[in-house]
């Protein structure tokens, strides 16, 4: 739209996007697990992770792998917090994870998900309430976490935006840095440790376009934490920002020789 040209336009058309993302955080070895898997089931499943912000990508720290007791005491938790959500009928109260937004996307997101079973990948899936569909009339996405994928499996690869999360694990912190920078799409990231060190390292070398330490990786407010893209994430200033309202002016510069040769009598 910003790329066609009105007949009686006389300006380039002003963009400022803040697209999709493929948000990984990161549980080093040090971080309050009961911290970390409060935060990220809502990252993950609130909205029935139809948002741009949502954490896709949980990539844990442990040098002994998967098989780690670090590793699999994070993926205990949190397959069981994700136990706890309710699916339902967002119009009651009790509701925790509602319909997807139409068929297209619960067949794209059900795709990710089948397939990620047919390769033999760990899932723990919640059930869908028999009949909800015909009751609402809306398409359900049960929410589901694959554990073990690698870095380069379509989970942790390719955008879902659907209640999926896949768990990854890297060897060091410099490595789940690593893994999580791969992605081309950068709009959040997220950290839980409780070392200073890696807290500073995670602020320089961390690229996305909000950072988000021990708390989750959704929630940016107008005015109060802006957000916007970076990488393929998006363009333009910050949402929400001051910066913004620069991005809807035309800035104009006028210069002006100061030394004068005599005046012109003004009338």
């Known amino acids: 739209a910003a790329a066609k040209v009105e007949a009686d336009q006389g300006f380039v058309k002003k963009v400022v996007c803040e697209m999709g993302g493929k948000n990984a955080v990161i549980v080093d070895t040090s971080a309050d697990l009961d911290e970390a898997v409060k935060h990220m089931r809502h990252a993950a499943f609130a ?35 994700m136990r706890s959500l309710v ?52 398409s359900y996405v049960p929410p589901t976490v694959f554990t073990g994928v690698s870095e380069d499996d379509e989970l942790a690869t390719d955008e879902i935006f ?29 950290v839980f440790t409780r070392m200073p060190a890696h807290i500073e390292q995670a602020k320089r070398e961390f690229r996305v376009g909000n ?3 021990n708390r989750s990786n959704t929630g ?10 970076f990488g393929m994430s998006g363009d333009g200033s910050k949402a929400g ?13 006028s210069a002006e020789t100061t030394m004068r040769r005599g005046f012109a009598p003004e009338l």
């Open 87 to 138: 699916v339902g009928d967002p119009m009651h109260s009790g509701t925790d994870v509602g319909p997807v937004i139409d068929e297209e996307a619960n067949a794209k997101i059900m795709g990710f998900i089948e397939r990620g079973k047919q390769r033999g990948l760990d899932c723990v899936q919640l059930e869908i309430p028999e009949g909800i569909e015909a009751n609402t009339g809306r």
């Open 241 to 253: 920002g001051s910066g913004v309202l620069l991005q809807y002016v035309a800035p104009r510069a």
């Open 162 to 190: 659907g209640p999926v999360a896949a768990i990854l694990h890297a060897a060091s912190f410099e490595d789940a840095l690593r893994i999580a920078n791969s992605s081309r799409y950068k709009l959040t990231g997220g």
């Open 47 to 81: 909205f029935q992770g139809q948002k741009c912000s949502a954490c896709s990508r949980m990539i844990v720290v442990d040098p002994e792998g998967p098989t780690g007791e670090h590793s699999k005491a994070f993926a205990r938790r949190f397959t069981n917090a």
């Open 211 to 213: 950072l988000y330490i």
């Open 220 to 229: 940016a407010l107008v005015a109060r934490h802006p957000i916007g893209g």
